[in-house]
């Protein structure tokens, strides 16, 4: 038996039994005692959208040329990636070394499979996730981001991805991209059928050709487990987004937003109101589409509550719980609430209040998964299980 105790934290000491919290009455002999320093204890937050395979982390500058369309962008990033010198492994395992550092417990990674990248991207996210076995857990989703029925032989090495590392199956704007919803949800919907893998599509498309999309993917989403990523059609401040919250909750998909820059960003209040489960995620991290990003999720937390103009404590808090909880909850993760039999995997902050953390984006003085401190004051700890 492995026993922790973590003392002088807000809002109270925590005990850590063989990884789970325990009733810190009855602390067991040999005890280790861990000094928090008055450190805020929070949940570890999870980054439910993040695309490590394009990522230039720990990789010299990328210049990005201008874009104009969605089409642009992807073009330019098969350019750029022919480029890259610096294995996926290697700038993929860099981006979660740095979130693991910055309290990151989990990922869900959007991992592009064409024929042109065949399926080793899968396979180097896979490698640097089992690199890293014991300090995150990474799903890794099968994503056809140059098209799926544009690109024949895609849906073939998606379903080939599932058998080696890929957990999840991926789709991009059935209509905007692939020009057919009813064809490009058959491919993805066929699969789930067949392999009992859930099913995450980006949706980019905006207006009413993103709201049909929405109202055709819930049509088909029962006894699956479906998420909408980014539905931008959904962030725009229309009347008829929103007569579809209810659909979405009913219906049980899940939405993941990452508060980007440029783009409509998912309204909190309003969609955990109707009861839909709402994660957040990166997006792309100093990839060939941003120069933006860093894996930290209590800064994406900060960011979400910027997009959404939240000022009072509770719709602070209320952002924090989507990174945290949403996450979790998206990934099939177990959620920390520091009660007895939760995992201990936490944050420990400098920060008087979590509304204050939200706002102050502090990088944790400790990481700690399991109960076991994996990195401190933003370092990973060279003793971390590698
Ligand atoms: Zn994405």
Known sequence: MRSVLFTHIRPHDLLVVDGRFADPAVTPENTVIVDGRGALALPSPV????HPDKTTWGQPWLSRAHAETLVDLIEGDVRARADMTASVAERAGALMDAAIARGTRAWRAHVDVAPVYGLANVHGVREAAAARAGLIDVQIVAFPQLGLLTRPGTAELMERALAEGADVIGGLDPLGIDGDLHGHLDVLFGLAERTGAPVDIHLHDRGEPGLTQVKEI????AGHAVTISHAFCLGEDTAAARTLDELIARSGIALTTCAL??????PVGPLTG???????????VRDPWTPFGDGDMIARAHLLAYRTDARTDEELAACYAVVAH????????ERVEFQAGDPADFVLVDAGSLAEAVVDRPIPQFVVRGGVVIAQDGQLLERSPR
């Open 326 to 333: 949403g996450g979790a909850a998206l990934l099939g993760l």
């Open 261 to 266: 820059g440029g783009d409509p960003v998912l």
């Open 47 to 50: 980054d439910a959208h993040i």
């Open 218 to 221: 819930a049509r088909r989403a």
């Open 274 to 284: 109707a009861g839909v489960l709402l994660a957040a995620g990166s997006d792309g």
